[in-house]
């Protein structure tokens, strides 16, 4: 049973929008941080969006503040991640990543593409 599996992504023109889609498994997912990362072709992976586990707060990467919008339904076991005005330098593999409160459990999910291109 895989923990963590992405989707949504996909070609967009810049301007456009997504929502990526995290859906957890085999763990209790209202114990765990959930966060968004991201890496583009020759460059490191960066933290994009992080909601806590505890109140929900969240934190963006300063690119992204006021584009991206990240949430989570605990009672779907999903965190989302929505993209507007999205710009070429969007463009990467996007990697969900659930870190435990209480323990050392650390899941990724496989990743998903996300190209925005005219």
């Known amino acids: 049973q895989v923990p963590l599996v992405e989707s949504g992504g996909g070609l967009v023109q810049p301007g456009g929008s997504l929502r990526l889609s995290c859906a957890a498994s085999?763990?209790?997912?209202?114990?765990?941080?959930m966060t968004w990362y991201r890496q583009a072709p020759g460059k490191e992976r960066e933290l994009v969006a992080r909601i806590d586990s505890i109140v929900g707060t969240t934190n963006y990467e300063d690119s992204v503040k006021g584009r991206f919008t990240i949430s989570r339904d605990i009672a779907k076991n999903t965190v989302y991640l929505e993209m507007n005005s999205l710009k070429p330098e969007d463009t990467a593999v996007y990697y969900c990543?659930?870190?435990?409160?209480?323990?050392?459990?650390?899941?990724w999910g496989q990743g998903t593409q996300v190209t925005v291109s005219s």
């Open positions: 085999g763990f209790s997912f209202s114990l765990y941080d």
């Open positions: 990543n659930a870190k435990s409160r209480i323990g050392p459990q650390n899941y």
